[in-house]
């Protein structure tokens, strides 16, 4: 376990580093954008390597404990960002509000417990890789989309308006938000019916009303919903930018609140 904690830690550091250069390079006005990128994504590396040191000694995915829910989730989360980070030049900025959010969530998995939780019977399935897959590009598109909220929102004061000068029109933004929503929606979608077939295979049932498959699905539908709102009624970048907030905030709270409060047998797995 020490060397699984040592390279987390390692990598930690490195994606400080990175997200504190990328929200130092908003502030001041400069763009040492492929330091950033290069910075975080070999904290990446690192914690992959953490992660499948850890996958080896246990023998099971990171999929059970608030500690390798939270380290998986980051680990997801920085993947998809730094996708975008890279494929999309004109949204680096908005680290400087997606850092943040990741950084909380760093600080709650450095407090909690690195302790080994074993797999159910009912976890050792292909399902439950294909589940956890797709909610994972869910809020990883999720993350992308509230972070060109962010920028939105904070253009609202002095110095934000100042500190994005350079990033495309609030219009524009909206519109990359609404198109990761988008994709969150449909891979939410998916996950859902992943989710189906797994309890089937796992408990004799598709659905069953659980706290957790109730969350997922009143998350899937208030994205649906704030989907739906903006096409039909095409409210101002400000207004939309609120509803990805209010998704995003739902969909955390699913993934990281309701498993630890359920009954098993529907704890953790995301």
């Not at 509000?97 to 407090?111: A, R, S």
């Not at 994005?164 to 994709?183: C, G, N, Q, V």
Request: proline fraction near 5%; charge should be positive; include cysteine.
């Amino acid at each position: 376990m020490e060397l699984e904690l040592r390279t987390l830690w390692a990598a930690i550091i490195c994606y400080v580093l990175g997200g504190s250069l990328a929200i130092g390079a908003v502030v001041l006005k400069r763009c040492p954008e492929r330091v950033v990128l290069a910075l975080i994504a070999f904290g990446w590396l690192l914690h992959t390597a953490a992660l499948l040191i850890r996958w080896e000694r246990l023998g099971q995915g990171p999929f059970v404990s608030m500690f390798e829910i939270l380290s998986s989730n980051i680990w997801s989360l920085v993947l998809v960002f730094v996708i975008t980070y890279w494929r999309i030049p004109s949204i680096r900025p908005s680290a400087a509000v997606v850092m943040p959010i990741l950084f909380v969530m760093m600080g709650w998995l450095m407090l909690s417990s690195p302790g080994e939780v074993h797999f159910p019977r009912t976890f050792r399935t292909p399902w439950l890789y294909i589940h956890v897959g797709l909610g994972k590009v869910f809020l990883g598109s999720m993350l992308v989309a509230v972070g060109l909220a962010g920028v939105i929102q904070m253009r609202r004061t002095a110095s934000g308006s100042s500190w994005f000068l350079r990033l495309p029109e609030d219009k524009r933004l909206d519109d990359l938000a609404y198109r990761f929503m988008a994709l969150a929606l449909i891979f939410n979608g998916l996950m859902l019916v992943a989710g189906a077939i797994w309890a089937q295979d796992a408990w004799g049932r598709y659905w069953a009303w659980d706290p957790l498959e109730t969350w997922a699905f009143i998350t899937w539908l208030l994205l649906a919903l704030a989907l739906h709102l903006r096409m039909t009624y095409k409210p101002s970048p400000r207004l939309s930018s609120v509803m990805a907030f209010a998704v995003f905030v739902i969909a955390f709270l699913t993934f990281f609140g309701v498993p630890f409060l359920s009954d098993r047998p529907h704890q953790g797995t995301f």
